[in-house]
């Protein structure tokens, strides 16, 4: 654990790629697409249509294209909720994620 730092910024560091989604569409299509805001429990199994960067650490969590998973979430829950700023979404408070519009993965 690094001191100072919130125990979810410490997990992140090496945590990040085991819950990373796959890249199911290009960034450039998720991002320049129809898309639609969902809150961040409906996000479950859909595709980011924005990049979301916590930080610290600055490690993007999410990027347009990428496929959303439970752990991704609960991540962003917890960064949230310990008062990590969150770079790159519309809604920087995480209430709501912009999905590519049309359904799940």
Same mark, same amino acid.
């Given at each position: 654990?690094?001191?100072?730092?919130?125990?979810? &910024?410490? =997990?992140?560091?090496?945590?990040?790629?085991? $819950? #990373?989604?796959? =890249?199911? @569409?290009?960034?450039?299509?998720? $991002? $320049?697409?129809?898309?639609?805001?969902?809150?961040?429990?409906?996000?479950?199994?859909?595709?980011?249509?924005?990049?979301? !960067?916590? +930080?610290?650490?600055? %490690?993007?969590?999410? #990027?347009?294209?990428?496929? @959303? *998973?439970?752990? *991704? &979430?609960? +991540?962003?829950?917890?960064? #949230?909720?310990?008062? @990590?700023? %969150?770079?790159?979404?519309?809604?920087? *408070?995480? #209430? *709501?994620? =912009?999905? !590519?519009?049309?359904?799940?993965?």
């Amino acid at each position: 654990h690094v001191a100072g730092l919130p125990l979810v &910024v410490d =997990q992140a560091w090496g945590a990040h790629l085991r $819950f #990373a989604g796959r =890249q199911t @569409i290009s960034p450039r299509e998720a $991002f $320049f697409g129809a898309c639609e805001a969902l809150s961040l429990a409906a996000c479950v199994g859909r595709v980011s249509a924005e990049m979301v !960067v916590p +930080y610290p650490p600055g %490690i993007p969590v999410l #990027a347009p294209g990428e496929e @959303i *998973t439970a752990e *991704t &979430v609960d +991540y962003l829950r917890e960064a #949230a909720a310990s008062g @990590i700023l %969150i770079h790159g979404p519309r809604d920087l *408070t995480l #209430a *709501t994620l =912009q999905v !590519v519009a049309g359904g799940l993965v």
